[in-house]
């Protein structure tokens, strides 16, 4: 039985669809061959380029693998080549996850060494061409946060340079992610004690208000959502009471004034957000007959705000959550670090149909920070001087966030900045797990693998359902 034959029995076993992908014909657009090297193990030539050493292609692996000679956690290891380095993480233990471009080079690995132990093993994941973004969903599925590992990244280079533009997007996507863990630890830091005593003078809320678990599934997947962010495309939406003809409308709590300045009452309004300040955006409820959306963890003043009616959700705060769950569920949206997170949560949760965002740029199209009118622009216009002017303040927020030049939704280029990105690979993977379908109306905010961008002519093709919506929620709120 040749390697090929062992090794794929193997795969099959773990990997049926990696299989039935590596037995299907393919076409070798570049130079590979395999020769041995001093040692006498294969060693890889692509393009002219060695992918392991012509000398001793094991030793040169363990080095690449524990270069401080221990395990961390969770490798990625990015080329495969012909598995020296991954074969070298995963028998000491640690978890793989495998990032090659071409499914060339992975058979040409099962053609030339046995590597039926390595396929074997059970914490391996392979990430095989494709979208750039699968690696998401490799590392969720490992899910490092909830176990407490560290990611790292192993590089062959000579397999990087051959798909450089490939691999960038990959190791973006893993850095991000590997920056959430720090994100969340300094965000449990800073409104840590703010969470503490907003959760003790709201805690009488837990049993006197209404969980989101009354309105699950209340869509029953045959109302559209329409969602508003606070982006500043949201200057460039237009025909928005045709809109909330059309589809039931959710509203961050920043967006809200934008909504009724331009005559549209949302019918939910989230609110996560723990300081102050964030409850100076609901002012305007006075005009309003929204349903709050919220969490017993927000400043206290949010609560003697006028609305419809407040449901709450599970609180971020771990102890919180803790004492929650003694009185019943009350309901988990996502955390991704924008208030657009969790309310995107909610709208799948309420059973939507499908669901349009509006004012989700993840960005700064046109080096705009918010929609015209915002609270954030009326503050900086408000305590501005001629020392430091609102166009000061405009350009701090531009520059403080690490901004960098991202790929956007219409193909070409957006400014963007760590944070933003952080919100954007919470939303890329929170999609892989949603069937319901998502689309943008933002297009020229940040590309987001798996929502498609579309113009709002297709939002408008949609038929009326306001009455129906209307009384659907009446019987539930």
Known sequence: ??????????????????????????????????????????????????????????????????????????????????????????????????????????????????????????????????????????LQAFDSSSCGEKVRKIKNRALIDLDSAYYQEVERRIDTWISKDAVNKATLKRFGGRWEKNF???????????????????????????????????????????????????????????????????DFTLSADPQYWNTRHMDVLQQSNTCLVTSADVYPRMFHLPCRKTFLYSSNYPPARVYEEKFGAKGRLGSGGSVATPTFDFACWIGAASVWIGGLDLGFPGFRTHFKGSLFEEK???????????????????RDGVPFYAPSANGRKILTDKRLSLYAAWFESRLRDVQTPVYSLSTEGLAISGMKTVDITALLGLTACRDSINRLTANFI
């Open 380 to 398: 900086a216009n408000a305590t501005a001087n001629r020392f430091c002017p609102a166009e000061t303040k405009s350009f701090y927020a531009l």
């Open 200 to 266: 003790a003078k709201n805690r009488r809320y837990i049993h006197e208000l209404p969980s989101i678990e009354r309105l699950k599934g209340i869509l029953n997947g045959e109302i559209p959502v329409f969602l508003a962010a606070a982006g500043p495309s949201l200057d460039d939406l237009t025909h928005l009471p045709e809109i909330a003809e059309r589809c039931l409308v959710v509203s961050v709590d920043t967006a809200l004034r934008f909504l009724l300045r331009r005559g549209v009452d949302p």
């Open 1 to 138: 039985m040749t390697n090929y034959e062992k090794n794929i029995a193997v795969v099959r076993k773990q990997w049926p669809g990696l299989a039935e992908k590596l037995n299907s014909p393919q076409d070798n657009p570049f130079e590979m061959r395999v020769e041995p090297s001093v040692h006498g193990e294969p060693t890889l030539i692509v393009e002219t380029k060695y992918v392991h050493s012509r000398y001793d292609p094991i030793k040169e692996a363990q080095k690449a693998a524990f270069p401080e000679r221990e395990a961390v956690g969770i490798a990625v290891v990015l080329g495969f080549g012909l598995g020296y380095t991954a074969e070298a993480v995963a028998r000491a233990g640690e978890k793989v996850i495998v990032v090659e471009k071409r499914e060339e080079i992975l058979k040409k690995s099962l053609e030339t060494r046995d590597l039926t132990d390595f396929f074997a093993k059970k914490d391996i994941i392979f990430v095989i061409g494709g979208a750039e973004d699968n690696v998401l969903g490799a």
